[in-house]
C-alpha cells in the first residue's frame, strides 16, 4: 500500500520525493502507513510465498535449480550450487587488494565488538533457592547456522561477515552461507572464508530459505536461520519458523532521525536516501520540531537525490513510507519514536545522549551528528543486522547469543523433595494431575 499523495496534513509538495506533515493534523490513516510500512507487504507475500517452500521439500535441489532459472535468470548444475575450493581461490584473484584489506578490516573491528560481547555473557550459574533445591542455566551454541545474504541487486560482503563473526564466536560448528547467483560473489565468497564460513551455497530468495529449514540432496538443513532480506524472505522466514528457528523479522531497511534546530539538513537527507537506496519498501524518517530543518532537509533529498544511481528505488522508496514529521517538542519526538521502534534511531540534536535514555525501542541507535547510519553498516563492528517494522519493541540485533540456546539445571536433594511437595500437593489436588504427585509420592516413601 503506498501512500496517498494527496493528503491534507501536507505541507509541501515535490512531486515523488518526501513529504511534510503535522503530527498534530496527519490523518490516523497516514500515521498507520508510516507506522506498520512494510508489515503491510511482508502480510501480503505469504500467500505467494507457500508454494515454493513446499515445491523445494518436495523436489528438493531440482525446484531449487528451477527457480533459480525463473527469478534469476541463470542455469546452474546441481554442483555449481556449492562455492567450492576452486571458486573460493578464484575469487580471492580476482577481489581488489583494497576490498580484501577493507573487508579483513571489518572483520576485525566486528570480532572486537561481539569478543567483547561474549565476555559480558555469563554461559553458567546457579543459585539455591531453598535449602536442598539448586538452580541455573548454562548456554551452549546451536550446532548449526544458515546465514542469508542477499544479493538480488547488488553484493553484500558486509552483511556475510557480520554475520559469521558472531556465530563463530559462539562456537557454532557449521555455518552454512547462502547467497544469489549474482556474477561470480567474488567479494562475498571472500568475506565468507575470511570470516570463517565453512560452507557456502548460490540459492537466494523463498528457495534458499527453504533449502535451508528442509534440506535438500546438496544443501543439509540448519537448526536456525539469519539474516535480512525483501519482504518474500522475511514472509518465507516466519512461514518456515517453529521447523526450524529463526533470528527475526529483518526486512527493508529502515531510519528514523531525531533532529533539533542544530542538526544539519544535509545530514538528514543523506542518511534517509541510504536507507531508501536498499529497497523499494524501505522507510526514511525525519521527525523535528523545528519546521526550517524540516523544509532544508526536504529540498535536500531532491537535490542529493539527483545524482544516485538507484533513484528508481530511491524514489519508490520516498513515496512509499518516508516522511517529514513535524512535532511539537522533543518529548513529543521520543513517544513517536518508541512508538515507531525503527531499525535504525539517528539522534541528531545537541542534548542526544540525554535524549537517548528516554528510548526503549529502538534496534540500534546513533548519536550525533557524525553517527551515521551508514557507518554502522559498513566500518563500526556493531552488528547492523536489526529488527524492523516496528520488530524492535521485542526483537534484539544479531549477536553471539542469537547463536546460542540455554538449558536449565535443576538440583535437588531429599530435603528440597520434601520442601517443594509440600507446596506441590495442594496445588495438584486443584488441577487433578495425580500422577504428577504419584511421582513424588513415591520418592517420598
Known amino acids: 500500500m503506498e501512500i496517498d499523495l494527496n493528503r491534507s496534513s501536507e505541507i509541501g509538495s515535490v512531486g515523488p520525493h518526501l513529504r511534510i506533515y503535522e503530527l498534530a493534523t496527519m490523518t490516523p490513516q497516514v500515521k498507520e502507513i508510516i507506522m506498520r510500512r512494510a508489515r503491510e507487504d511482508i502480510s501480503g507475500a505469504k500467500h505467494e510465498i507457500l508454494p515454493i517452500i513446499n515445491d523445494v521439500r518436495t523436489r528438493g535441489d531440482e525446484a531449487i535449480l528451477d527457480y533459480l532459472e525463473r527469478f534469476d535468470g541463470i542455469r546452474l548444475t546441481r554442483e555449481e550450487l556449492v562455492v567450492s575450493p576452486e571458486d573460493i581461490r578464484e575469487a580471492y584473484e580476482k577481489t581488489d587488494s583494497d576490498v580484501l584489506e577493507a573487508i579483513k578490516q571489518q572483520i576485525e573491528l566486528s570480532r572486537r565488538f561481539h569478543e567483547a560481547q561474549f565476555q559480558s555473557i555469563n554461559t553458567q ?128 531497511s529502515e531510519i528514523l532521525i531525531l533532529a533539533d534546530e542544530e542538526a544539519n539538513p544535509a545530514f538528514c537527507a543523506g542518511d534517509i536516501l541510504a536507507a531508501c537506496e536498499h529497497d ?123 547463536f546460542m540456546k540455554t538449558s536449565e539445571i535443576q538440583h535437588v536433594t531429599r530435603e528440597g523433595l520434601k520442601y517443594l511437595a509440600s507446596i506441590m500437593k495442594p496445588i495438584v489436588q486443584v488441577e487433578g494431575l495425580d500422577a504428577h504427585w504419584n511421582s513424588v509420592e513415591r520418592r517420598l516413601q
Open 280 to 402: 523499494p519498501n524501505a522507510a526514511g524518517v525525519l521527525v523535528t520540531w523545528d519546521r526550517r530543518i524540516a523544509q532544508e532537509t526536504q529540498e535536500e533529498v531532491i537535490k542529493q537525490a539527483s545524482s544516485l544511481t538507484r533513484q528508481e528505488i530511491v524514489n519508490q522508496s520516498l513515496v512509499r513510507y518516508s516522511a517529514i514529521i513535524l512535532v511539537s517538542n522533543k518529548e513529543e519526538a521520543v513517544k513517536f519514536a518508541n512508538e515507531y521502534a525503527p531499525e535504525h534511531l539517528e539522534i541528531m540534536t545537541k542534548d542526544a545522549e540525554d535524549l537517548a535514555k528516554g528510548i526503549n525501542n529502538a534496534g540500534s541507535i546513533f548519536l550525533g551528528n557524525y553517527a551515521s547510519k551508514a557507518l554502522g553498516d559498513y566500518a563500526t563492528g556493531a552488528n547492523h543486522v536489526l529488527p524492523t517494522a516496528g520488530g524492535a519493541r521485542a526483537f534484539s540485533p544479531i549477536g553471539v547469543e542469537t
Open 125 to 252: 550459574w546457579e543459585v539455591e533457592t531453598t535449602p536442598g533445591v539448586r538452580l541455573g542455566q548454562k548456554k551452549t551454541p546451536i550446532e548449526s547456522a544458515g546465514l542469508y545474504v542477499p544479493g538480488g541487486t547488488a553484493p553484500y560482503p558486509t552483511v556475510m561477515q557480520i554475520l559469521a563473526v558472531p556465530a563463530k564466536i559462539a562456537g557454532v560448528e557449521r555455518i552454512v552461507g547462502i547467497t544469489p547467483p549474482r556474477g561470480k560473489n567474488y567479494e562475498v565468497i571472500v568475506a565468507a572464508n575470511e570470516a570463517g564460513v565453512d560452507e557456502v551455497y548460490r540459492v537466494g530468495g523463498v528457495a534458499a530459505i527453504a533449502a535451508l529449514a528442509y534440506g535438500t540432496e546438496t544443501i543439509k538443513a540448519v537448526d536456525k536461520i539469519v539474516g535480512p532480506g525483501n519482504k518474500f524472505v522475511t514472509a518465507a522466514k516466519l512461514s518456515v519458523f517453529g521447523d526450524v528457528g529463526i533470528d527475526m523479522p529483518a526486512g527493508p
